[in-house]
């Protein structure tokens, strides 16, 4: 008789990811990546704004910024997978109303007048609104 004994941790995928340095808008609110939950710190509450800039080429483009605050904004919950999330179905909708796309957002840091500063979303390099010339590697 052979016997072949089944792996413990076999059913799970190899080289799992996450979001790491990105966001997901998605329908419940926005996940946020380990990375970006570092950057920010857990005890930070986030606002979230629509920004319009031009391209080089004067074009329209519609993103949204990231703003870590210690009084106002949205709380970060810890979902089941101890990832978090800005769990709002309403800023969802929000997002989405504007013209924000569902998908993944890697997050740049700005600098506007007066010091304030926050993260702008850029792409979405993965989901339904990402271009073949945006796309990227999401495991890199």
């Keep these: 008789m052979e016997l072949e ?17 990105k966001v ?7 996940g946020l990546g380990s990375k970006v939950v570092e950057m920010f710190g857990t005890e930070l509450k986030i606002n979230v ?12 483009k519609l993103t949204f910024v990231l703003k ?3 009084t106002e ?16 179905p309403s800023l ?10 569902k998908g993944w957002y ?9 010091g304030h500063y926050g993260y702008k979303a850029v792409g979405p390099v993965v989901g339904k609104g990402a271009t073949e010339e945006k796309r990227e590697d999401i495991r890199g």
């Design 5 to 21: 004994w089944y792996e413990l941790g076999r059913g799970k995928r190899k080289n799992t990811f996450g979001l790491r340095d």
């Design 24 to 30: 997901s808008v998605n329908s419940g609110g926005i």
């Design 49 to 60: 704004a629509i920004a319009k800039t031009k391209t080089p080429s004067g074009k329209e």
């Design 68 to 70: 870590p605050d210690r």
């Design 73 to 88: 904004g949205f709380k970060m919950s810890k979902t089941r997978t101890d990832s978090y999330k800005l769990n709002s």
């Design 92 to 101: 969802a909708r929000w997002l989405i109303s504007k013209g924000i796309k």
């Design 106 to 114: 890697r997050l740049e840091k700005i600098k506007g007048g007066y």
